[in-house]
């Protein structure tokens, strides 16, 4: 079985509607304030491109087709603090565009509850330009 069976057998009903004609891409914000180590950041990304495929593969099949269509683009960039995570994910929300928080557990490195990773999409990449054009690269 694919990678795009097993997703769509554990996530969405049969796709339906329109599917996007641009690509589509995915991005993960971290929290930069937080001062998480390389593998850290790695678990917490890895954790928001997991609720971010299940929730867009229940909620616009049509976009997650798309998207493994396109090569299932995943961007990570540099959030200040969780302030501004909040900021962004706030302007998605009004965009349209589905979004995810990661909150850490507690258990190693950061405080729990801590939020460390924003995910937006998998969305058109022309509408994430919109919201995170001014963010660096991770």
Same mark, same amino acid.
């Given at each position: ?12 009903? !049969? ?53 493994? !269509? ?25 965009? &349209? @565009? ?6 850490? !557990?507690?258990?190693?490195? @950061? ?9 937006? &999409? ?17």
């Amino acid at each position: 079985m694919g990678l795009r069976s097993f997703l769509h057998r554990i996530t969405a009903p !049969a796709p339906s509607g329109e599917r996007p004609t641009d690509p589509c891409k995915m991005i993960c914000v971290v929290n930069q304030g937080l001062k998480m180590g390389k593998g850290k950041i790695a678990a917490q990304v890895g954790h928001g491109a997991v609720m971010a495929t299940m929730k867009t593969g229940a909620k616009a099949p049509m976009k997650l087709e798309q998207w493994l !269509a396109t090569g299932q683009k995943k961007i990570c960039l540099k959030g200040r603090d969780a302030e501004h995570l909040l900021a962004l994910e706030k302007q998605a929300k009004a965009a &349209g @565009i589905s979004t995810n928080l990661v909150h850490d !557990a507690g258990h190693t490195q @950061i405080p729990s509850g801590s939020l460390t990773v924003l995910t937006l &999409g998998p969305e058109t990449e022309t509408l994430l330009e919109q919201i995170t054009g001014e963010l660096k690269l991770l």
